[in-house]
């Protein structure tokens, strides 16, 4: 069951921006960390940032720091991920998934058990 919406993913040129958003209509995402990840062929899913949602902290990889941005609408249970300075490497699926972690969150995929669907990110150079 996919329990999680992610959106906003599409064609963009190197240097636009896209904002994906991420919702779920099951469940709170109250006291959880909400993480993106992406995948390409052939690569393994790599956590790209993330938020917690019990004390705010955030995490982004070296390869997306400086460039994208997340944030989190508690009213409308949505947590968003800002993408600016899209490169070609930025291409792939982009998932959002949440975990459960008292200390923050980080980009490692075995600490969330629930995913959403994923949106398609396309970067042309």
């Known amino acids: 069951e996919v329990q999680l919406q992610a959106s906003g993913g599409g064609l963009v040129q190197a240097g636009g921006s896209l904002r994906l958003s991420c919702t779920s209509s099951?469940?709170?995402?109250?006291?959880?960390?909400i993480g993106w990840f992406r995948q390409t062929p052939g690569k393994e899913r790599e956590g790209v940032s993330c938020?917690?949602?019990?004390?705010?902290?955030?995490y982004y990889s070296q390869a997306v720091k400086g460039r994208f941005t997340v944030s989190s609408d508690n009213a409308k249970n949505t947590v968003y991920l800002q993408m600016n300075g899209l490169k070609s490497d930025d291409t792939g699926v982009y998932y959002c998934?949440?975990?459960?972690?008292?200390?923050?969150?980080?980009?490692?995929?075995?600490?969330?058990?629930?995913w959403g669907q994923g949106t398609q990110v396309t970067v042309s150079s």
């Open positions: 998934a949440a975990g459960v972690n008292p200390f923050g969150c980080r980009g490692v995929r075995d600490e969330y058990g629930r």
């Open positions: 099951t469940f709170s995402f109250d006291d959880y960390a």
């Open positions: 938020i917690s949602r019990r004390n705010g902290a955030t």
